[in-house]
């Protein structure tokens, strides 16, 4: 059976754009694979905490030699990680904020990145263990970016998810939603048309 893992990172509960089409992708894949298993993990309605001395003490702290506290945290990461693990498709909405993903969504990868878990260093350099992903990235955005060195967003999302093993990566994008409503509409339909081929 196939597991799709969908990962809501908008910092609004109602109305995101992103949320809005990465609800539509999920659906369209469903229907390419019948009887397909979805899990939501929506970082808002369930947010992770912040890097802080806490969280790092229990991520560098040996397994054996952990408080109660530490366990927990990183029993938290490492169920994120399995979750992430046992999913063959990952949808991502990640919206851009001030040229950047939210700050639910770097929290989510703050806990995914773990190493020795979900990537190690070799003398050749990293290497991820999140691989045999097909990943789709859907993001919204006010301006438009796409092919200008402003597209730090885009650089940064490929370059973690390929940090950690996924590398077919597919980027479904709604630019120039604040550009006025013909702008915002042809963003749109253009997305739509992306999750259609999807």
């Known amino acids: 059976m196939t597991t799709i893992l969908q990962i809501n990172s908008a910092a609004r509960s109602q109305g995101a754009t992103s949320t809005l089409l990465l609800n539509e992708l999920t659906g369209k894949l469903q229907q390419s694979n019948p009887g397909a298993r979805v899990v939501v993990r929506n970082l808002q309605a369930d947010p992770l905490p912040h890097l802080d001395d806490a969280i790092l003490g229990a991520f560098f702290t040996p ?101 950690l093993g996924m590398r077919d990566v597919n980027f479904i994008y709604a630019e120039g939603l604040a550009m006025g409503p013909e702008a915002a509409n042809a963003a749109l339909a253009g997305a739509r048309a992306a999750i259609a081929a999807a």
């Open 63 to 163: 397994g054996d030699q952990r408080t109660p506290e530490q366990a927990a945290i990183s029993g938290r990461s490492e169920a994120l990680i399995a979750e992430l693990q046992a999913a063959d498709i990952v949808v991502i909405g990640a919206p851009m904020y001030n040229f950047g993903i939210s700050s639910q969504l770097k929290t989510y990868f703050d806990f995914i990145a773990r190493a020795g878990i979900s990537f190690q260093y070799t003398a050749d350099g990293a290497e991820g263990f999140v691989t045999g992903k097909k990943v789709f990235v859907v993001t919204a955005r006010g301006g438009t970016y796409l092919g200008t060195p402003e597209d730090v967003h885009t650089t940064y999302l490929r370059t973690f998810l390929g940090f």
